[in-house]
Structure formats: structure tokens, C-alpha cells
């Protein structure tokens, strides 16, 4: 199990693992799970898809840090993460 399921199982969260996670940190950024797809990137507007639905991250001086084995680092200063549905 990964330590982040274990977090999530710990909290009483209840989601779908096919769904893209997050966690945001304020200010720097954030860390996206099982994220299969780019479909848009600018500095203001990330959108992210998953199996099942996506995120919209929205926010200024967006860049990608880290996109690998279905996890994304965003960097900049994100004003809001929105789920959206997948295409």
C-alpha cells in the first residue's frame, strides 16, 4: 500500500483510486495521483485526466515538475483544483 492510501485510509476518506488525488501545498504547489493524461496546459490552467474524470487546477506562473507513473508535481500558485469529467 502506498504511504498516501494509507494517509487517505487513515483520515476516513472515501474515494475511487481511479480518480485523480491531490494534495496542495499553499503558496508552492501540489502533488497529483493516477493522472493518465495532459489534456491542457498553460501558466493559468492545468487540466489533468484520470480514468475516471480529471481535475482543472487553476492559478498563476503554473509549470510541471515531476510527470511520471501517474503522478504530476505542479509548481506556481494555484488558486483552485476543480473535478471535472473525462472526455
Known amino acids: 500500500m502506498r504511504l498516501s492510501d494509507a494517509i487517505f485510509k487513515f483520515l476516513g476518506g472515501e474515494g475511487d483510486p481511479a480518480r485523480v488525488q491531490y494534495t496542495v501545498v499553499d503558496g508552492r504547489g501540489g502533488y497529483f495521483q493516477n493522472v493518465r493524461r495532459l ?49
Open 39 to 87: 489534456a491542457e496546459f498553460s501558466a493559468e490552467r492545468i487540466v489533468l485526466l484520470g480514468r475516471r474524470g480529471g481535475l482543472c487546477i487553476e492559478g498563476e506562473g503554473l509549470t510541471l515538475g515531476k510527470y511520471t507513473a501517474g503522478d504530476v508535481a505542479v509548481f506556481g500558485e494555484i488558486r483552485g483544483v476543480f473535478r471535472t469529467e473525462a472526455p
